[in-house]
């Protein structure tokens, strides 16, 4: 018999409710960070994060952009969430006013993800709950 | 860790780079760039950085770009 897949459930959480994820990063240290974070589809940047969580776990530069809340300093991140199927670098971002616009919703929030990480796993949700879990193996 | 100073002088670079970085290696891999020059290329971040490191180069003193990818100047964020 197989095992059912790890499915991540988060309540809806903050003062408009946001639909959010938890996250494992590696710092430079080699200690682990975790990190509740807003999902968004609409997001073309896989990780925001505020510049002092950036900072401790940057473990490269990357191209930075502009955006409507200014400029977004990049850097390469580690996650390390197997039991979503995810151990890997990611191109991520700084910027303390993001941080700022998602702790208006819940203090709790350390950034957001965008599509490019959520398209790395399954996601889905219903009236209460937001969900990730590990994509099936392509056989 | 790499100073605005250098960040902004290997990020310029990089606009000077894309052409000899798109023609020279394959999409997706993760190249290097210090000192305004190409300086190692991988075809993933460990490699990368496991390269980086035997040259006595710390990773974080460096930018690193996909090849193949066109990053945007411009994001907008519907927060």
């Known amino acids: 018999m197989s095992t059912p897949p790890h499915v991540q459930i988060n309540a809806y959480k903050g003062i408009n409710p946001r639909c959010w994820v938890h996250l494992r990063f590696v710092a430079i240290d080699g200690s682990l960070r975790e990190l509740d974070l ?10 925001i994060l505020g510049q002092t969580d950036l900072a401790l776990l940057a473990q490269g530069f990357a191209a930075g952009t502009n955006s409507n809340f200014g400029y977004l300093a990049g850097a390469w991140l580690e996650l390390q969430m197997p039991e979503l199927g995810i151990n890997t670098h990611i191109m991520g971002y700084g910027s303390d006013a993001v941080l700022q616009a998602v702790r208006h919703d819940s203090a709790d929030f350390a950034g957001l993800v965008g599509l490019p990480l959520l398209r790395m796993v399954e996601y889905g949700g219903d009236a209460h709950t937001f ?3 590990k994509p099936p193996a392509v056989p | 860790m790499l100073n605005q100073n250098d960040y902004q002088r290997n990020s310029a670079a990089y ?4 052409g000899a970085i798109a023609s020279n290696y394959p999409k997706g891999w993760l190249i290097g760039i210090g ?3 190409i300086i190692a290329a991988a075809a993933n971040f ?3 950085q496991t390269e980086l490191r035997a040259r006595g180069v ?3 003193n460096v930018l690193v770009v ?3 990818v066109d990053y945007p100047e411009f994001v907008n964020i519907l927060l």
């Open chain 2, 46 to 48: 460990s490699a990368l």
């Open chain 2, 58 to 60: 710390d990773p974080r």
């Open chain 1, 131 to 133: 969900w990730v879990r």
């Open chain 1, 38 to 47: 807003v999902a968004d589809t609409g997001s073309p940047c896989g990780v």
């Open chain 2, 15 to 18: 606009q000077n780079l894309k």
């Open chain 2, 66 to 68: 996909e090849a193949g």
């Open chain 2, 35 to 37: 000192n305004e020059e």
